[in-house]
Structures are given as C-alpha cells and as structure tokens.
C-alpha cells in the first residue's frame, strides 16, 4: 500500500546568477526545513513544500535528510527508491 508523505525540497538559487534546474537538485529532500545557519552569501535558500506517494517507511538521519526503508529493512536512497518505480512526486504541497 502506498502511503503520501509531505517534505521539503531544498532550493538553493545562486546570488550572482539566474535561476535554472540546477538549483532544484530533484532528491534534495528533508523532513523540514532546515536551519542554514544564518544568511548564506553565495545563495538565497528556499524550502518547496512536496508530496511524495511511496510503500517505502522515510527515515530521519542526521541533518534532516531523508532516505528510505522497505519492509525488510534494507535502506535505499531517494534516486533509489524513483528509479525503482517506488517513489514518485505527486504534487508541490502548496
């Protein structure tokens, strides 16, 4: 059964150019936003609001981020988890 869980992208958005995919590194995924430690100098930083459809259990590991566990315990990564059919974004959550 495939379960919907709401996390958040992070958007890094450099100062000095214009904005392009590369900011939207597409599995850059925690459980909520993150302290970024004050104002970054190179680059405004964002956290996008999504919903992902998985039969996967997310977990937590340091820093916030998040990757993911089958029934048996075996630990796959997001790119993992898309790649294999397990993972997909629904909708941006906003």
């Known amino acids: 059964m495939k379960t919907q869980h709401t996390l958040y992208q ?3 958005v450099s100062r000095a150019g214009a904005d392009n995919p590369d900011n939207w590194p597409r599995w850059d995924l ?4 993150q302290d970024e430690g004050g104002p970054n ?4 930083v964002n956290y996008l609001s999504v919903v992902v ?4 259990t997310p977990v937590v ?3 916030g981020g998040i990757e993911w566990q089958d029934a048996l315990g075996n630990a796959l990564t997001t790119d993992e988890a898309e ?3 397990r993972l997909v974004v629904v909708r941006d959550a906003h």
């Open 10 to 12: 992070r958007r890094a």
């Open 61 to 63: 590991y340091g820093g």
């Open 53 to 56: 459809e998985t039969d996967l």
């Open 41 to 44: 100098p190179y680059y405004d």
């Open 83 to 85: 790649a294999q059919g």
């Open 30 to 33: 925690y459980n909520e936003p």
